[in-house]
């Protein structure tokens, strides 16, 4: 399975729907659960070339323009992420991070106890993370997930699943290697979101091949239960409706610029309202 099947990753309905094009590549919509994705994705050999240390590091490419220089503030908010697990008791302090990155998640969580192993698609980022943080990070896709079944007590994937050919495999792999009651909490980009619906193909979130696919809340959902899942809790970022990084933003500025009062994405984070949504499932049911 890959992203060019014709059928729904979530939900499984047939017959997506062509929703614009992008440069040389295809979106369509699924019109039950509203799941976008790529219908032309790239093949493996090119999406392997996508996450060299450019995409990390230059700010001439697409990508984070310096994912070093944000150590800082990816350790808060992933200290935050930590804390959202341990309130959800998994059945013990082991993780998995698929698509750990630099390994600044692992990291937090070993320094409050837990073990931790990561996997990471970049040969670069994974390198990062051993040499740099002495973290035990293999370089390769799901397949080279080894935990044994009922394994490990958390799956985690930040901003992840949008990257991945498969998702529905991934989603699968995690439910396989969890112990029961297990947790997979994962972030991604809301398409369901006022912002996306607000900038459309200009949405900055809205950035294929390195997007391959765009879930709704509704299809999260949908792919939680399908694949043998709970979900326990569903949160957002806080930003609504602006979208600074756009490369056209469709709101006045003044108007972006009270959105994004820390004020107000904290009283929107609170509501659970965002344009990138965050999910915590429990292991359930047979997959």
């Known amino acids: 399975m890959n992203a060019s099947t014709s059928s729904c990753r979530a939900c499984g309905a047939e017959e997506p729907k062509f929703l614009f094009q992008t440069g040389s590549y295809r979106l369509v919509r699924c019109a039950g659960c509203g799941l976008v994705w790529v219908s032309n994705p790239p093949s493996s050999e090119e999406l392997q070339g996508l996450y060299n240390e450019a995409y990390w590091e230059d700010p001439a490419t697409e990508g984070y323009s310096g994912y070093a220089r944000l150590e800082r503030e990816k350790r808060m908010h992933f200290a935050s992420l930590i804390n959202i697990l341990e309130r959800f008791r998994p059945p013990d302090k082991s993780v998995l991070e698929i698509g750990c990155a630099y390994g600044y998640f692992l990291d937090e969580a070993k320094k409050r106890g837990w073990r931790v192993r990561g996997l990471e698609f970049s040969p670069y980022a994974a390198a990062f993370a051993r040499d740099r943080l002495g973290l035990d990070v293999s370089v390769g896709g799901i397949e080279q997930i080894t ?28 439910w396989r290697i969890l112990k029961p009651q297990g947790l997979l909490a994962l972030s991604t980009g809301d398409v369901g979101s006022l912002s996306a619906r607000i900038h459309g193909r200009c949405w900055s979130l809205m950035t294929p ?62 509501l659970g309202w965002g344009s990138v949504v965050f999910l915590c499932a429990r292991k359930s049911s047979a997959a």
């Open 147 to 174: 935990e044994a079944a009922e394994s490990v007590g958390v799956v985690v994937m930040w901003d992840v699943i949008e990257h991945l050919p498969d998702p529905t495999a991934a989603v699968r792999t995690a």
């Open 209 to 270: 091949p390195w997007h391959l696919f765009y879930f709704t809340r509704r299809s999260l959902r949908l792919l939680m239960r399908r694949s043998g899942f709970s979900v326990i809790w569903m949160g957002g970022d806080g930003v609504v409706a602006a979208d600074p990084a756009s490369p056209r933003p469709r709101l006045p500025p003044w108007l972006s610029s009270l959105l994004l009062r820390p004020s107000v994405t904290r009283a929107f984070r609170f």
